[in-house]
Nanobody
Framework: QVQLVESGGGLVQAGGSLRLSCAAS????????MGWFRQAPGKERDIIAG????????YYADSVKGRFTISRDNAKNTVYLQMNSLKPEDTAVYYC????????????????WGQGTQVTVSS
């Protein structure tokens, strides 16, 4: 069992930066690939970044490539999402998720989810 708690969301102006954190409970955090997803009102929940259990492999959606960076610290049971050059279209609820079967792009791959944190980017 893994429990995930996101933090770091908020209101930021376009061009600004935020860093999201996702703290995981449980001793098996390092066994899970981790993903960050986001969901805007009326839209599906889509992956924006993922990282393998070791941190050796990462994935980024085209919409955030070059602006967002995912990282993890297995000693702290935490995964991060550094978001730079934020745009109004990045406004959404951001979720972290854990996948036992490895890095994947689809929600069905992920076993555990956090409650989400709101990110709002004003123009």
């Amino acid at each position: 069992q893994v429990q995930l708690v996101e933090s770091g969301g908020g209101l930021v102006q376009a061009g600004g930066s935020l860093r999201l954190s996702c703290a995981a409970s449980g001793r098996t955090f390092s066994s899970y690939a981790m993903g960050w997803f986001r969901q805007a009102p009326g839209k599906e929940r889509d992956i924006i970044a993922g990282i393998s259990w070791s941190g050796g492999s990462t994935y980024y959606a085209d919409s955030v490539k070059g602006r967002f960076t995912i990282s993890r610290d297995n000693a702290k049971n935490t995964v991060y999402l550094q978001m730079n050059s934020l745009k109004p279209e990045d406004t959404a609820v951001y979720y972290c998720a854990a996948a036992f079967d490895g890095l994947g792009r689809y929600t069905m791959r992920y076993d555990y989810w956090g409650q989400g944190t709101q990110v709002t980017v004003s123009s």
